[in-house]
């Protein structure tokens, strides 16, 4: 019968997902208003061929031309077939697939010719039902403690994208805004997944202690080593585009925000254990019970270092590449500023971790002390 029971949910997941696909499709398309892109459906694309001679001139580069047969998806002229030539820069853009969905983008020249080119593939409708796919099975699987698990999930994304980062760009302190977005992230969330309600004070107190111990020793580092918060091609696009930002200050910021996943895993984990063995039995030793706690956060350490680092490390891999191909030498590539504020972050989250365990457990035992004592 339980085996029934998770089959049919399962099914009711996929189902969903598939529905969530069409709407998202559907609604995407008929709101299309890009008065400078289509969305368009290839019906036939044509071999491709050099559009000009990029030997006769150093600064030019090879164009490549295509014609291409493409239906109108979204807006007035919905349906209509268009025979166009398509370019794009060689060893870039999409190799276009008929039957495929793509964004159209077109150039007026002076002379009234018009250029046209794939922009991309049109892939938001995809992303949304894999999103649903993904957020209905966990439901299904775990119920009631998946559906909290994501409602503080979507607290946070909504906290980060909606509140965040939008009175940083208006010019309030990124440090200040990533603290309280940590406090609140972290609140909820807890709120949300530990199940005991005496020891959610426990798990916010420990979570809140180790991030902080983090952070700090990531201003040290970031004051010590003279970082800017500059490197990078975002940043610096950043900088540019709203010279009025404190870099450094937002460098903290994502020092803050990229270490409370893994301390709130650490400090949950911790917090659940140890109220485990207090229901086990409620006499359990005080010194037993720190020391389980201790225990418990070492063995979940391991795996939380390697995924804190592997997690920078996999974000900063295209840039480590580039700079190891250019053929630097590893005191150079230590000295870089971009690896630089990688290591920073791996660092701080690091010790954040190491501070949690044992905050996260004193915090518990003194808890449980208080209500014994009582």
Partial sequence: MRMKNLLLRIIIALVISQAFYYFADSFIVSHWNNSESLIVQVISAGPEHILNSPSDNEDSYEMLERDTVLRV??????????????????????????????????????????????ADAFRVPSVAGIVMLVCSLLTALTGWRGFFALLGLGASIFVLVFIMIPLT??????????????FIISTVTILCVVRHARYRIVALMGSLGGVMCGFLCG???????????????????????????????????????????????????????????????????????????????????GSMINTLILAYMGSSLPMAVLICSAGVEITGIMNDPYISQEIVQSLAGTLGLLF???????????????????
Avoid: C, H
């Fill in 73 to 118: 998806i979204s807006g007035s002229e919905a349906e209509k077939q268009l025979s166009v030539s398509t370019v794009r820069l060689s060893g870039s853009g999409l190799d276009v697939i008929p039957g495929r969905r793509y964004i159209l983008v077109w150039d007026m020249f002076t002379d009234g010719r018009v250029q046209y080119s794939i």
């Fill in 356 to 374: 949690t365990i044992p905050a996260t457990a004193f915090a518990f035992v003194t808890a449980e002390t208080l209500r014994r004592s009582r």
């Fill in 169 to 182: 760009v208006m010019g309030w302190d990124a440090v200040w805004l990533a603290v309280a977005s940590v």
């Fill in 219 to 301: 201003a040290v580092m970031v004051y010590m080593w003279e970082l800017s918060g500059l490197a990078g091609e975002g940043s610096a696009l950043l900088a540019s585009t709203l010279p009025s930002l404190n870099m450094r200050g937002i460098l903290l910021a994502s020092v803050l925000i990229g270490s409370i996943g893994a301390v709130l895993d650490v400090a949950v984990s911790i917090t659940a254990s140890m109220s485990e063995f207090v229901d086990y039995d409620e006499d359990i030793p005080l010194d037993r019970l720190l020391l389980a706690g201790l225990n418990v956060g070492t063995e979940v350490l």
